[in-house]
């Protein structure tokens, strides 16, 4: 299977160092430091359009107090772009489900074919309440199960009536269904999150963790899955950091790195701590707020979890090496890579035309929309990926 690969737009703000905020941070808990590029619509399509003329699929649009709303910053931005998909990340809790199946109707018939969803339940009860919102995590996974099963039944064209726990919904029905049906992204590893993702997911996806914990969720769920009777495809999301040569990348990491003020992660970590989220937790678990060890597979980094929420780990190296990481997680079966750098415009170009070309190279990966994989192409090939060809 070919590999997918989408960017990320930073709908917070951007900037040549790490910005704070991220899930279960509030945003400017760690400020940047300096260079801050305000998130309006100008940069976001710059970024955009970017994605797009490097031959990435989609952009993952996050959600959350910390940053704008996905649904109207992406709708603006499909506008501006031709054919980027957008990976609109949003919470079944702050909407109705029929509201939600015709909300992606309507994106759907504006910009066909380039809606993907990303379901995310919720793991902070704070943020939740913030919202209105004021179950519990456990409750929430349970009202995201009803919450999928109500709109993908509207999505096959169904009038639905029926009473959950935490839904109610009476002769719910659509005018119009949606062209294609967009798939649903999920991720959680907690246990209850990993029975939604078996019964509702088409991709379910993993903050980048080292390749044996990777491993494992895939097995896990992939188990979960069959006990269904269904099939699900795998994602990772990653921050990286490529450049021409090893050294030059890791000077970078040392440069962002040193951006973190001691007062910023010991704020960061204190409230992450608190978290209520699993993956967090793991996450957390990679570094345990130290500034040492930050290395903790060949080429993956933790150091961006220390001043940020949530996905917390970079790929970080020469470009054939990142090539050859991504590959390692792809024999393991992830098929679909969420990436993101500082700052995001300029590091999808270092990646896009550094490391999908490699890929290319590989018959890994074919640029979106048939544009060129750009220059590199021909670029040698890392021992160990062109060994498994």
């Known amino acids: 299977m070919n590999l997918t690969f989408h960017w990320f737009l930073p709908t917070y703000g951007d900037s040549r160092h790490v910005i704070g905020g991220g899930h279960g941070v509030s945003a400017g808990t760690a400020g940047a430091a300096g260079g801050a590029r305000p998130a309006d619509l100008g940069y976001l399509t710059q970024i955009a359009r970017a994605a797009e003329q490097l031959g990435f699929e989609g952009a993952l649009?996050?959600?959350g107090a910390w940053c704008e709303d996905a649904w109207l910053t992406t709708a603006m931005l499909s506008r501006e772009t031709e054919r980027l998909k957008f990976l609109v990340?949003?919470?079944?809790?702050?909407?109705?489900?029929?509201?939600?199946?015709?909300?992606?109707?309507?994106f759907q018939r504006h910009a066909p074919g380039r809606l993907l969803l990303?379901?995310?339940?919720?793991?902070?009860?704070?943020?939740?309440?913030?919202?209105?919102?004021?179950?519990?995590?456990?409750?929430?996974?349970?009202?995201?199960?009803?919450?999928?099963?109500i709109v993908r039944a509207l999505w096959r064209g169904e009038t639905v009536t029926g009473r959950g726990r935490h839904l109610h919904v009476e002769e719910a029905r659509l005018g119009r269904l949606p062209d294609p049906?967009?798939?649903?992204?999920?991720?959680?590893?907690?246990?209850?999150?990993g029975e939604v993702a078996a019964r509702h997911s088409d991709v379910y996806l993993t903050w980048g963790e080292p390749p044996a914990q990777v491993a494992e969720k895939i097995a896990w769920v992939r188990a979960l899955a069959a006990r269904e009777g269904r099939t699900v495809r795998f994602g990772i999301r990653l921050h990286v950091i490529a450049r021409d040569t090893a050294d030059q990348a890791w000077a970078e990491a040392a440069r962002l790195l040193d951006g973190f003020s001691a007062e910023a992660v010991t704020a960061v970590q204190a409230g992450l701590a608190r978290s209520e989220s699993e993956?967090?937790?793991?996450?957390?678990?990679?570094?345990?707020?130290?500034?040492?060890?930050?290395?903790?597979?060949?080429?993956?980094?933790?150091?961006i979890g220390l001043v940020r929420g949530g996905a917390g780990t970079a790929l970080v190296g020469g470009h054939a090496e990142v090539a050859e990481r991504i590959v390692e997680y792809h024999r393991?079966?992830?098929?679909?890579?969420?990436?993101?750098?500082?700052?995001?415009?300029?590091?999808?170009?270092?990646?896009?035309?550094?490391?999908?070309?490699?890929?290319?190279?590989?018959?890994?990966?074919?640029p979106s929309g048939g544009g060129p994989p750009g220059d590199g192409a021909d670029a040698e090939v890392p021992f160990a990926a062109r060994a498994h060809r």
């Open 279 to 303: 993956g967090q937790r793991r996450m957390l678990a990679l570094h345990g707020g130290s500034r040492d060890g930050l290395e903790i597979a060949p080429n993956l980094w933790a150091g």
């Open 61 to 63: 649009t996050p959600t």
């Open 118 to 149: 990303n379901v995310v339940t919720g793991g902070e009860s704070h943020e939740q309440r913030a919202y209105g919102d004021f179950l519990g995590k456990d409750a929430r996974y349970e009202r995201t199960g009803e919450f999928l099963g």
């Open 181 to 193: 049906v967009p798939p649903i992204y999920f991720g959680g590893s907690s246990a209850p999150a």
């Open 332 to 366: 393991l079966g992830v098929d679909e890579f969420i990436m993101s750098g500082h700052p995001h415009l300029e590091e999808a170009y270092w990646f896009g035309e550094g490391v999908l070309p490699r890929l290319a190279a590989l018959g890994l990966w074919t």
């Open 89 to 106: 990340a949003f919470r079944p809790g702050f909407v109705s489900p029929t509201l939600a199946a015709q909300m992606a109707v309507t």
